[in-house]
């Protein structure tokens, strides 16, 4: 794959929110900024913080602001308390301003067993004839106990098994996303031409509104590998190698 194809956060929002019908399936971001964070602080009382070339849910920090004036910051499982304002702004100051992050808006994703999850959609397209992009995998990944990101999981359950269980929808929903990701891979092949496969985070919140968290470009495919059921991961190694 070219090595053109990069992971970048903010770019791949610009790219997808340019267009209308992905604009609305985006989590509000921006650059974070001083200013982006008490902007966004005030649309929403909880955001999410994440480096732009970040992956495996590694410092991706939660903040919310609670009634009461403080603000809770988690991180992994840890959570720490910033009795106000002034100390929000201090504990900012000391990020490390070397590497650039988004702030996004926070999605109440649905539950199971009270543990967010979310949706992997695996997207590919032929490697030798580009042809249209097809959605060859998927599955669903809960967050362990205590977790915010669904990046650390020792659960993974089919797509229409997890909409089910959380009691959000079924086949029609699945649809959705799926029709939602092709569009987006389309979107994104137009930046990067090169693009072959595309592994999607996708969002549902609890009133089972898709939302599409990210892109990656090289996604594990160790989860589709240990699934028991083993055709997904067969059509997956086909299209890489067609
Ligand atoms: N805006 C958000 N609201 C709620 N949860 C989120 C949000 N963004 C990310 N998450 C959770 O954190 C996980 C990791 O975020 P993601 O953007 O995929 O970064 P990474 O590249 O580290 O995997 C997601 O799979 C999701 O479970
Ligand atoms: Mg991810």
Redesign the pocket.
């Known amino acids: 794959m070219s090595m053109l194809v990069q992971r970048d956060?903010w770019l791949q929002y610009r790219a997808l929110s340019n267009v209308p019908k992905l604009a609305r399936r985006l989590?509000e971001t921006l650059l974070l900024e001083k200013e982006t964070l008490h902007h966004m602080l005030l649309q929403h009382s909880s955001v999410?913080l994440?480096p732009c070339d970040?992956?495996?849910?590694?410092d991706?920090i939660?903040i919310r602001c609670l009634k009461n004036g403080t603000y809770h910051i988690q991180n992994e499982n840890n959570t720490i308390t910033m009795q106000n304002r002034d100390e929000l702004q201090d504990w900012f100051d000391q990020i490390d301003k070397n590497r650039e992050y988004i702030i996004?808006?926070?999605?109440?994703?649905a539950r199971i067993q009270q543990r967010?999850f979310?949706l992997r959609i695996m997207v590919q397209r032929q490697t030798a004839t580009p042809s249209a992009w097809k959605v060859t995998g998927s599955y669903a990944?809960v967050?362990s106990r205590g977790y915010?990101?669904?990046?650390v999981t020792n659960r993974t359950i089919p797509a229409l098994k997890a909409l089910q269980l959380a009691r959000i929808g079924g086949r029609k929903l699945l649809l959705q996303v799926e029709r939602t990701v092709l569009l987006a891979a389309k979107s994104l092949e137009v930046h990067y031409p090169d693009l072959r496969q595309i592994g999607f985070?996708i969002?549902i919140d609890k009133k089972g509104r898709v939302?599409i968290?990210?892109g990656?470009y090289r996604p594990d495919l160790r989860p589709f590998r240990r699934l028991k059921d083993s055709s997904m991961y067969r059509r997956i190694l086909w299209y890489q190698k067609h």
Do not use: C, M, S
């Open positions: 956060k989590p999410v994440k970040g992956r495996y849910g590694r991706i939660f996004q808006q926070r999605l109440y994703l967010p979310d990944k967050a915010l990101i669904t990046n985070d969002g939302w968290i990210e990656n």
